[in-house]
């Protein structure tokens, strides 16, 4: 079972990332964020492709489901992390990662 700590541990240790508030949440970020952590830690939100979310939301359907607005048609998924292991959570980091690695900043 993942935990908020391990949220910041994998995701710090990923290259150019930094944490900071993002409302009531701790968003990381590259160039964009990436992922968001709820303030009681329970869950997290990844910004994944709308097809990367549409086929990770099928595999893993106990633990990933879109997030229910607008922001959930662009990708954005929310992971319950007490229904991922540890190397789930840092694949998904990575994925999601990956994203906003490859953005360029905005001007």
């Known amino acids: 079972m993942a935990k908020a700590e391990d949220v910041h541990r994998i995701a710090l240790a990923l290259e150019g990332t930094t944490a900071s508030p993002h409302f ?8 964009r964020n990436y992922a968001t952590l709820a ?3 329970l869950t997290i939100n990844l910004k994944f492709t709308p097809d990367e979310q549409e086929l990770t939301c099928l595999v893993h359907h106990e633990a990933f489901s879109p997030v229910p607005n607008a922001w959930g048609q662009q990708g954005w998924t929310t992971a319950n992390l007490a229904r991922l292991s540890e190397a789930e959570l840092s694949e998904a980091l990575q994925k999601a990662w990956r994203h906003a690695v490859t953005k360029k900043p905005r001007r």
């Open 24 to 31: 009531d949440r701790t968003a990381f970020k590259v160039f």
């Open 39 to 41: 303030a009681d830690g």
